[in-house]
C-alpha cells in the first residue's frame, strides 16, 4: 500500500488499473479526459496489460465495451455529461445483454446553455437503463468503489453494468490523499473476470440482444433485468463487508453521520456531501440535533436501510444537485417514494435545488435548509421546494443581461 | 478476379451445395437480401458472429429461433461496427492472454442494410476502417428504408418512387457512391456483389474471407416488398441489375478497382426498371422519356469512365 496525493480523475484510473481491466474504449470529453489520459500513459510505460481503441463517439464507445463484455473481457471505459448523453441508446441498451462492465462518469451539468462544471442531471437521465449506480464523495471513494462496482457488476446474481459517478471538478480535478492498495491485496479482494456464459466463442453459438416478439417475454426479462438490479442489494452489503475486512474502509449502501440521534437531516448525494457535513458539525456546536444521510447507492435504490435510518425523524431536507423540469429535485421524488405511508416517516420533507452547474452551497444555506424544516414542522406546513441562488447571484445574472443588451441594442452596427 | 487468385469456385457445380443458413425466416419471400447472406454464410461457415445494425434483418433472430449455426450480436442501427471492434478486440485480448484457443476463435462480421450503412452508421463504419479493424461488413442494400416500408433513404436511385418519394418523379436526389466512399479510405477490400450471380459473389467473399483487415461488401437485395414486383422476378431483376449496367459487379484491392463481370452486350435499362412497380411512373400513364433517358445516360456515362480507365 502507498499513499498519493491524487485527483479522482487519477484515483478512477487507479482502480481500473488495479482491477486489471483488459480492454478500454475510450472518448475524450471534459472533465472526464484525465482518466483515459492516465490510463493511456500506463499502457504506453508496460506499467498496464490493457488494450485501449480511441473511438469516435460515446455511442459507439458503450457499444464497443458491452460488446466486448459480452465477448468475456474485463472492461473499462469513461465518461461525462454531453458524452453519456451521446451513448444513452446503448447505455440502456447494453445492460440487457447481462455483460458486466465498469463505467466511471464524471458529473457535469448539460447543455442548453453549455457548461463545464458539475451536476447530476447527466446521471440521473441513466437511472432507469439497468446500470447500477454507485455515487461517491472522495478521491479515495472513487479508487474503492471502483473496485467494488467490478465485483458487484460481476456478481452471479447481478451480472449488470455498473456506474461509478464522482463530481466534475470537485473530485475530478481536486487532489487528497489517498491509499493506493496493493496489486496483490486487489487480486484476493478481485479475481479475474469469469465471464461464465455470456461470452462468443467458436463452438458455442450464442445470439444477443435479439428481438422477441409481443410484451410477455418483454415483460418477462425487462423485469427479470429488474430483479437483478434490486438482487445487488445484498450483493453489496457482501462485497462492501468483504472490501471492510480486506482494507480497512467501509463503504455502506448509506453514509450516516452523525444521524442516530438527530432530529433534522440533510440527505444529500456525490461530494458535496462533506460541505454537508462541515455544516453538521457546526450546527451541532451550536446545539442543534442535525445529522446527515448519504446514499451512495442510487441503483439500485437502498430503500429498506433508507426507512431504518430515517424513522422517526422530524424533517429531511433534500439537497438534489440536478433538475427534472417541470417536476423538480429527483432525489427529493426518490425519498418520498421511499418513505411515503411508512407510520414512523418524517413529516417534513423539503426539496431544495442546489449546486446546479457547479454552484457552491455555502455553510449558512445548510443552516437555512435546516430553520426551514424547524418552522414547517412547527407551523405543522411542508415548505415548497427552494432553488438556492442569492441575491447577488440575480444581480450578477442582471449585469450579465444588461451587457447583453447593450451590445444588441448599442453595439457594432 | 485478378489472374493470380486461385479460386476453388470456379464454375456453379463447384458453389456449396448444402445451405448453413436455416430456413423459416421473417423475411419476406423472394428476398434478395437473404438471397445474398444465404450464400455469403456458405462460404463463411459457421466460426462467425454477425453483429447487426437495425433493419429487416434484425428479425432473423427472434427469441428463442435463429437461423445461424454460429453467434449473433444485436447492437443498434448507428452502431454495428463499434460492436464488432468491441467483439474482435476481447478475442484478440483472449488469444493473447491464452484464455481461449485459436480454434475458439470467430470471424466477426457486421451486418447492416442500407439505411445503417448509407447513413446512420457511416460514421462508425468509416471509424472502424480507419482504425483497420479486422472485421468483413456486409450490407444488403434494398435501396430504402424497408422495414419500416420503404421510406427514401441515402441508398435510394434517382427517379424511385419510395413510401416519402411519391410524386410523378420518383425520387430526385442520387443514390450514393458507398463503394467509392468506403473505398476512399483504403480498406484491405471492396466489393459489389448480388445474390442472382453466385459464382461472382462466391469468389468475392472467399477472397474476402483469406484477407486480414477491413474487408467491405455492398449487395444490390431486389426488394419484392420495397420495390413492388412478384416475388418469383426477383433473381430476374438482379440479373437485369447486372446486364443493363444498374449494379456495376466490382472490387477494390490494392489502390484498384476491377470490373468483375462486364457483359459483352448492354440491355437497356428500362429493362430493368419496367419491371419493377417503383418506377412504374416512367412508364405509365405515359412514358416518361426525358427520365428513362436521364437514368439511361447516367449509367452509360459510368462504364464510359470504366472504358476509359
Known sequence: MTRALITGNQAAAWGARLARADYMPAFPITPQTEIIETLAGWIDSGEMDCRMVMMESEHSMITAAGAAAATGVRVFTATSSQGLMYAMEMIYGVPGMRAPFVLVNVSRGLQTPVTLEPDHTDVLAARDSGFLQIHCATCQEVLDQTLIAYRLAEHHRVRLPVIVNLDGFYLSFTREPVEIPDPAAVDRFLPGFDPETTRFRAGEPLSQGVVVLGSTPYSYFRYETHLAALQGLPAYAEIAADFAAQFGREYGALETYRSDDAEWVLFIMGSFATKAKDAVDRMREAGWKVGLVRPRLLRPFPDEPLRQVLAGKRGVAVVDQNLSMGKGGVLHSELASVLYGQLDAPPILASFIGGLGGRDIAPEEFYEMIQVLHRAAEEGKPPPPRLLFTGDELREVRKLQAIAHAERTEGLK | ?309
Not at chain 2, 443458413?21 to 458472429?49: F, S
Request: proline residues 5%.
Open chain 2, 1 to 309: 478476379m485478378s489472374e493470380q487468385t486461385v479460386t476453388i469456385y470456379k464454375r456453379m457445380k463447384d458453389l456449396p451445395s448444402t445451405r448453413l443458413l436455416g430456413a423459416g425466416t421473417p423475411m419476406c419471400a423472394g428476398c434478395g437480401g437473404l438471397q445474398a447472406v444465404h450464400e455469403i454464410y456458405d462460404i463463411l461457415g459457421e466460426k462467425t458472429v454477425f453483429v447487426n445494425a437495425a433493419g429487416c434483418m434484425t428479425l432473423l433472430a427472434v427469441y428463442p429461433f435463429t437461423p445461424f449455426r454460429g453467434s449473433w450480436l444485436y447492437t443498434s442501427m448507428a452502431s454495428a461496427p463499434a460492436g464488432a471492434q468491441g467483439v474482435r478486440d476481447a478475442l484478440d485480448i483472449l488469444l493473447a492472454k491464452q484464455r481461449i484457443k485459436q480454434e475458439q476463435d470467430l470471424d466477426v462480421v457486421v451486418l447492416t442494410g442500407d439505411g445503417a450503412a448509407y447513413g446512420m452508421g457511416l460514421s462508425s463504419t468509416s471509424s472502424a476502417i480507419e482504425r483497420g479493424l479486422d472485421f468483413i461488413y456486409v450490407c444488403y442494400d434494398n435501396e430504402g428504408y424497408g422495414n419500416t416500408g420503404q421510406q427514401t433513404s441515402a441508398a435510394t436511385p434517382h427517379g424511385a418512387r419510395t413510401s416519402t418519394s411519391t410524386d410523378a418523379r420518383g425520387f430526385g436526389g442520387f443514390k450514393k457512391d458507398l463503394f467509392a466512399i468506403w473505398a476512399a479510405h483504403r480498406p484491405a477490400y471492396v466489393a459489389t456483389v448480388i445474390g442472382s450471380e453466385p459464382l461472382d459473389l462466391a469468389r468475392k467473399i472467399e477472397k474476402a474471407k483469406a484477407m486480414k483487415g477491413p474487408r467491405l461488401i455492398i449487395a444490390l437485395s431486389p426488394c419484392p416488398t420495397g420495390w413492388d414486383f412478384d416475388p418469383m422476378e426477383s433473381a430476374e431483376i438482379g440479373h437485369l441489375a447486372v446486364k443493363t449496367g444498374v449494379w456495376p459487379l466490382k472490387e477494390y484491392e490494392n489502390g484498384q478497382v476491377t470490373h468483375t463481370k462486364v457483359p459483352s452486350e448492354w440491355l437497356p435499362v428500362e429493362e430493368y426498371l419496367k419491371k419493377q412497380g417503383r418506377f412504374a411512373h416512367l412508364f405509365k400513364p405515359q412514358r416518361n422519356k426525358a427520365l428513362i433517358s436521364e437514368i439511361q445516360t447516367r449509367v452509360d456515362a459510368y462504364w464510359a469512365e470504366v472504358e476509359r480507365a
